[in-house]
């Protein structure tokens, strides 16, 4: 009897189950005809959750794979880590370039893509284009 009053007492309602569907679309950058500063700071949040998929998901399941002998066929997939480390974790990444041109009183987007490409041109993260 004293179990089925503290039972009765701390237990919560039966909830009913809703179903639901959820999507979320943030592969793959946004390339409007004209993007700002905040498009670029959407952008490169969607790329770190995409990316922590392809570590979690892709990477680290295939070397689990690997140490414990599993037979498994390869899965390509698309790794931007060298992208996303350019953009905002190397010194002198996109964001920190950006900040450090934004202080000059004549800084201009000429002279932060030639540091960008100075600093970056050796990988595959930069392309310079004639203009």
């Known amino acids: 009897m004293i179990v089925s009053k503290i039972n009765s007492i ?8 809703k179903g639901s569907i959820g999507v979320l679309d943030i592969f793959g950058f946004e390339n409007f005809d004209v993007n700002s500063f905040e ?3 959407i952008n490169y949040a969607n790329e770190n959750l ?7 998901i892709f990477k680290l399941e ?3 794979y690997t140490k414990e002998g599993i037979n498994w066929s390869n899965i390509p997939f698309i790794d931007n ?3 996303l480390d350019m953009i ?3 010194p002198l990444n996109l964001f920190s370039l950006i900040d450090e041109e934004s202080k000059f009183p004549k800084g201009t ?3 932060m893509l030639s540091k960008l490409h100075n600093q970056h041109n050796k990988k595959n993260t ?4 004639k203009i």
């Open 88 to 90: 905002g974790l190397k």
């Open 50 to 56: 995409q990316q922590f998929f392809v570590q979690h």
């Open 10 to 17: 701390i237990s919560q309602p039966k909830l009913q189950s």
């Open 81 to 83: 880590q060298d992208i």
């Open 109 to 111: 987007d000429f002279s």
């Open 126 to 129: 930069v392309s310079k284009t």
């Open 39 to 41: 498009q670029l700071c």
């Open 62 to 64: 295939q070397e689990y």
